[in-house]
């Protein structure tokens, strides 16, 4: 199907962009500019209360969300995206209530360092040390014990995957799922790699010679493209990871390697779900999920951890 209409209007009101790294502190602020205030933010839950996670890598800021009152819930650990330079608690607070919302989980969001200021690997290791520290926390957490899900959107998803690995390597096996929202798992951008960097390189939002100059804060920063903790789709032995659910979007230039890091999972023996999302563009769970059709992502969590 074509691009969705909605977002489609709204893509065509954005500005041409140059492909010059963007202004950091006038892209976040543009980005803060946009949240609603406090009280007007849904869903509406049981509680959200700011917190400060003790972790291996420091103090980190985390937003714990619990959707209505339990004795105890399964955790899930949300890891916005942003380019690795960008996001915030605040401007994927909708989507960390939702995904509480409609999975019934307790969510911790990740306040976690971000390029430029602070680099690789101290964002990677901020949401590693979270996702230790739920586990260690669970009964301050409420936590059943069970369900210990991992989530992220975009640069995001690069933690997810990131996370999983070392976790796997490090024998912390208490991370139940994976769920990598249009995930960018091959941070090299030769625009050879795969058809969609082509096939959807302009005009949906995220253009694929915007790809390298966005991220060019994190690779600058040390964050080596040939490392699998930044690309994991390279990493050589995905086997004994976590079982995942891969959403990616048709018109997105990363849909190819999300996809293929799928597939990469699948052959390793990892239990995979793999949903297109039609008519979406890159960053649809953040910036669209108003639209009925895509806030089911959400909808589509719930019964992908449910059912598992």
Request: hydrophobic share 40%; net charge negative.
């Amino acid at each position: 199907m074509a691009l969705h209409p909605e977002i489609a209007k709204i893509v065509a009101t954005l500005p041409k962009g140059d492909h010059s790294a963007p202004d950091v502190a006038g892209w976040r602020a543009a980005e803060e500019g946009r949240v609603p205030p406090l009280a007007e933010r849904t869903p509406r839950l049981h509680a959200v209360a700011d917190a400060t996670a003790e972790t291996s890598a420091g103090n980190v800021p985390v937003r714990i969300y619990t959707p209505v009152e339990a004795d105890a819930y399964g955790l899930l650990v949300y890891f916005h995206g942003g380019a690795f330079f960008s996001g915030s608690l605040d401007t994927h607070d909708h989507v960390a209530r939702s995904l509480a919302k409609e999975t019934g989980l307790k969510v911790v969001s990740v306040g976690y360092r971000r390029a430029p200021e602070d680099a690789f690997p101290a964002g990677l290791e901020d949401c590693y040390g979270v996702v230790r520290w739920a586990a260690e926390n669970g009964e301050d957490l409420g936590w059943d014990g069970r369900t210990l899900a991992i989530a992220g959107d975009s640069s995001g998803g690069t933690f997810v995957a990131a996370v999983a690995a070392k976790a796997h390597d490090d024998g912390f096996d208490r991370i139940t799922h994976q769920i990598l929202y249009y995930p960018s798992v091959d941070l090299d951008f030769d625009i050879d790699r795969y058809a969609s960097l082509r096939e959807n390189a302009e005009g949906y939002g995220l253009e694929t010679a915007g790809l390298k100059p966005h991220n060019s804060f994190y690779i600058d920063g040390g964050a080596d493209p040939a490392d699998p903790l930044v690309s994991p789709i390279k990493r050589a032995d995905l086997s004994g990871l976590p079982p995942a659910l891969v959403v990616t979007a048709e018109y997105d230039p990363l849909r190819d390697e999300g996809e293929l890091y799928a597939s990469r999972l699948r052959e390793a023996g990892v239990d995979v779900t793999v949903s297109r999302y039609a008519g979406a563009n890159h960053g649809f769970v953040q910036n669209f999920s108003w639209i009925p059709e895509y806030y089911r992502v959400f909808e589509e969590t719930a019964a992908y951890l449910g059912r598992r």
